[in-house]
């Protein structure tokens, strides 16, 4: 969904939108909505600035940080977000104005606004940055990849064999 920046006015427009899961894709392959996500709030004019204010819900699924199990995060966020065009936002960006708080800006081009985009950025921006399936996941193997939630592998026993091995075939060589 996009909003037509001539349309808007001062007062604010409230604007919706609902994504079945596959119709925001994450662009990242380690995630992926598990359910509707919404968002909704309301949009406001000044000169060129366009405002967003709102609220987002979804449910996502990531992988774990060790395990790659899948985790299922609820996402319950605010934001709001002023839009500049995009030829005015990198001057003033230069111009260190913004930078401060520049993820409250974003930039669009033309003449629309796009919602989806800003649905999948405070989506991303709202998931924690580490996530693990539970606190003690104990991750996979770094040898054999085995889950180590699920049961222990042989690569210790594997690791210590050869040594066993050697020391083994010393032992029968000095009889
Ligand atoms: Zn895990
Ligand atoms: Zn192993």
């Not at 969904?1 to 894709?25: G, H």
């Not at 406001?44 to 995060?73: H, M, T, Y």
């Not at 690791?159 to 032992?171: G, V």
């Amino acid at each position: 969904m996009r909003i037509e920046v001539d349309k808007l006015k001062e007062a604010s427009t409230p604007f919706a939108s609902i994504y079945a899961p596959d119709e925001l894709p994450l662009e990242d392959e380690l995630m992926r909505l598990t359910a509707e996500a919404k968002v909704e709030g309301r949009a406001s004019k000044k000169r060129e600035q366009i405002r967003l204010q709102g609220k987002l819900s979804a449910s996502v699924e990531v992988a774990c940080d060790r395990c790659a199990a899948p985790v299922d995060v609820s996402v319950n966020t605010d934001f709001d977000v002023t839009y500049l065009p995009v030829d005015i936002l990198t001057v003033e960006t230069e111009a260190t104005e913004l930078q401060e708080d520049d993820l409250n800006f974003a930039a669009y081009e033309g003449d629309t606004v796009d919602i989806d985009e800003l649905a999948r950025e405070q989506i991303l921006l709202a998931l924690p940055t580490r996530q693990l399936c539970r606190e003690d996941c104990q991750g996979l193997c770094p040898t054999c990849g085995a889950n180590l939630n699920t049961g222990t592998c042989q690569c210790d026993q594997q690791e210590i064999d050869p040594r066993w091995a050697a020391l083994a075939a010393l032992k029968k060589s000095d009889k």
